[in-house]
């Protein structure tokens, strides 16, 4: 197991090779690992940690409209010989990611229909997303999208609490600081997130889950259904 999703649902011989091309990087709070509109050197398999797709526009600051940790792949777009990005990456939580240059991947996607099915439908999910995140950020109050970005950095960090700046939160959700500072306060008097000091901790996942907007469940669903990952055995692993 390499602890990254996909990489985990490659076939086994698949699996060997890529990462036989690999190294095992580490990503550092607030790096840029893909820059809009310039070319993507490789693909990043994150092991740990998340990382904030974002755009940017004209001299706002960068918004968010995608997450990815484990669970994805920086530079899917690669599967179509793009290689420039679209969209802005930049690492929220620090971690790890497996590294696969992009002239190695050209060779391996040639011999690993796995590989390549799995990008495709990689691919498919994050337009979904990223469609999805335009809708919430237009129709959706504050608290609602606030909720629904803790739950999905929860879903990513491994732990139960993780570090962000109420400043930093509110770039990535296209808001001013002053309602960052009321919707967490209101989840924190309501006991469903402690906030202390730039590190939040999830407190009630489950009352947290009620406040999010549905654009979190529809998201999971969509991963789910996208990937048609067998589902996990007794031990949590998957069963074949």
Sequence with gaps: MTANQ???HLPAAELRRLLAH???VEMRSGDLLATQGLSARALLFPLAGFVALATPLETHPLLQ???VGREGVLGPQLLLGVAASPLTAQVQQGGAAWRVPAAALRRELVRSPGLRRLLARYLV???R???SAAA???FHPLQARLARWLLMGHDRAGAEGFAITQEALAHLLGVRRVGVTVAA???QAAALIRYHRGWITIA???GLEAVACSCYAQGCASYRLGMKFPPAGPDGAATH
């Design 6 to 8: 996909l990489l985990d």
């Design 65 to 67: 409209v995608g997450m």
């Design 204 to 206: 009630d996942r489950g």
């Design 136 to 138: 919430c950020l237009h």
């Design 129 to 131: 997303d990223t469609a």
């Design 185 to 187: 306060g209101r989840l």
């Design 125 to 127: 999910v994050q337009l």
């Design 22 to 24: 690999g190294l095992q």
